[in-house]
């Protein structure tokens, strides 16, 4: 039997209409092959592509679509959805641009065009979208919610988490309970910048009845925070059932330490290179308990890896493993080792750089004149907020008598063509191969400044003095208003007076070199710093 054009239309809606997917994409799919700009057909198809995730395929029909009828704003609220959850930004709110006109101001167009300048750092364009969608519909909870993560992006926290508040209110019985938990986790986080850590931690647990595994994770961050080990480690295994976080292993397990002697144990690669040089500390203390530890890391920390005492063998991911009787995440050694915040194991140095970078390193700075301080001001923009323009940097860069030396591999090209205008500090760019590379440059220098990225973590674990500069609502792992931490006895913390003031903790540290920056000397003194070119330091003694 052939079917006319208009039948395959119609089934193909009554498809969708129906929610068979698959039924509704093979009659567009026929019907495309008859007529490949047929509009209703490649919309559709692009719609059933959206509604079933696959991203790309929905970006293609829709395109297509758009060129058959250039005006039609539907498509391109479809089209603006689409690229909007590939993360293209631009392209997203040059779609939804369209979709939103003077005579079709759709709410869910302008909530996602709102999402799209988000996305590219545009809170505030975001906002005016967001309130636009309010005026219209006050119960509008997507739009409240996306309101409330814009002010927080903005460090607005009071406002944030009412708007929070209010799209719980707002929010149907029958609301998603990821939507949901969303909604509370965001909560909980403005409470957290607030200070209102009670109060954090109750909305925190509200979201246990639904995504226990995300409540857990929520509420481990605060206790951790709080410096309540004893809790948030035992919540930080929640981690596993957050979607940000990749699935465990299905052999992995966290051991008891009475059973781990003689046996192989693989401590297996998470979360970032600065978790992974943090944690690290804790394969020396497993192998003193009698296990066989293989290492799993990341490629460029395999060198510097292998300088951890007792362990056998370093791998990357993806690599063959040796045979095991044992995997364990490496950051739930924490929790296996019962550590609280007045038993970290925090004799440093646990990591070394090798003899042969170190002897490579020292030919190329050769003879000290000044001192040496190595610098990391731009890390990962997963978390914008922990890192500062070099242009806030200029006190520091500008301190007559020093010899400043960059530790990050990547600057933004714009920074680096200012700095290479006013030729204040040297970029080893080219020269930072790997972790053992930035390690033996780092054991070479007076001090580190540096923002919270791996580089703080490498010089903490290599006993160099590190003066760390912190946002004003600072990860978990520096705790609250101390300037010392528990995990590197050779770091020294400032910190932002309030949200974004970078520029005051410049000037801190600008003081600070002013009264310690006499010599190296000095301020190895002030910190009771261990050298990091020796050899290995044994003695340290478990967190039980």
Known sequence: MSFTSGHL?????????????????????????????????????????????????AVGYLTRATRERPHDTRVYYHLGTALLGLKLYGQAEAALQRAVTPRSSDAGALNNLGNALAGSGRHEEAIACYRQVLAGDAGHVPARFNLGRSLAALDRLEDAAASFRQALADAPADIDPDRLADLQASLGEALVGLGQHDEALDTCRTIASHRPQLAAWNESLVLLLLGRYDEGWRQYEGRWGVASHDPPRADALVPDLTGVAGRRVLLTAEQGHGDMIQFARYAPLLAAHGARVTVQTYAELKVLMRTLDGVERVVAPGEREPPTDIVTPLLSLPLVFGTRADTVPAQVPYLLAPAERLAAWQRQLGPRSRLRVGLAWWGSQHIPKRSLPVEALLPLLSWPGIELHALQKEIPSAQRDWLASRRLLIDHGAELHDYADTAALITLLDLVVSIDTSVAHLAGALGKPVWIMLQHSADWRWLLDRDDSPWYPTARLFRQRRAGDWESVVADVVRALAVEGGSGVAIGHRYNAVPGSGGHHGGCTAAE
Request: aromatic share 4%; net charge negative; hydrophobic share 45%.
């Open 9 to 57: 239309m119609a089934a193909a809606a009554r498809a969708y209409l129906a929610r068979d997917h698959s039924e509704a994409e093979r009659c567009c799919l026929a019907l495309i092959e008859r007529e490949p700009r047929h509009f209703d057909a490649l919309h559709l198809l692009g719609v059933v592509c959206l509604d079933r995730k696959h991203l790309a395929d």
